[in-house]
């Protein structure tokens, strides 16, 4: 990954749109966000989103911010508004088998990079949201707390939300037992005790040190309750 242009800073002040505006200055364009949605979840899919908003007013979303901070309405409004104003945009996504198969680094790296090939504008430029991710074909940026500070990641960050969203949504349809509509496969209080009791679904993720150990073959570690990735596979 490379750094802005010489020559190009962005101030503090410079708002959601200002990496894009400091590119642009250099006359690169488009520029493309990208972001995922469901990597510290243990249930459920990885999804990455990737966004390219077009310059000027056309590419301005009302109320766009990092969607973890947004609302769930919030969210749906700039997810509306993000599809209609994209020059283009993509969702990927990266199934819990998959996510074991890969481990969760890779696996998110991977949902990454396919969610920037699929777009059907081919960027000049990629911001990411904290860290590089190489094998992109373009010179790229990774800004740290890009969802809250870049407006294409954060756009990307509504697409793989509110994408990840629905699907939890649909697979507490199918395992009504884990509450998946509420927590969304993230590790709360009503899900692990739904893991003690039932065990893993089959769409848990089983690189999970908890959900190893609610399925009897990782041994339990008194006080320890976090959802980490185990080192297997």
């Known amino acids: 990954m490379s750094a802005l242009p010489r020559g190009s800073t962005v101030r503090r002040d410079a708002g959601l749109y200002g990496y894009e505006r400091a590119l642009r200055r250099h006359g690169i364009e488009p520029i493309a966000g990208v972001d995922e949605a469901g990597r510290g979840a243990c249930a459920g899919p990885l999804v990455a989103g990737a966004a390219i908003l077009p310059a000027g007013k056309a590419g301005i979303i009302p109320g766009l911010a990092d969607s973890k901070l947004l609302t769930e309405k919030a969210r749906e409004r700039c997810y509306q508004q993000v599809m209609k104003r994209a020059l283009s945009w993509s969702v990927v996504v990266i199934g819990p088998d998959e996510c074991d198969r890969l481990g969760m680094h890779v696996a998110n790296v991977e949902a990454l990079r396919r969610a920037v090939a ?8 990629v911001l990411t949201d904290g860290f590089p991710v190489d094998g992109l074909g373009v010179p790229g940026l990774a800004v740290w707390k890009g969802d809250r500070v870049v407006a294409c990641i954060a756009a990307a960050s509504v697409l793989a939300k509110v994408t990840r969203d629905r699907i939890m949504c649909e697979l507490d349809a199918d395992w009504p037992a884990y509450d ?11 899900h692990a005790a739904a893991l003690s009791e039932h065990g893993p679904s089959p769409v848990h993720r089983m690189r999970f040190v908890n959900v190893r150990r609610a399925a009897g073959i990782e041994p339990a570690v008194p006080g320890v309750e976090v959802p980490e990735e185990s080192p297997v596979g």
Do not use: M, N, S
Request: charged fraction near 20%; hydrophobic fraction near 35%.
């Open 180 to 190: 998946f509509k509420t927590h969304k496969g993230y590790i709360t209080d009503v």
């Open 118 to 125: 699929l777009l059907d504008v081919a960027p000049q430029y």
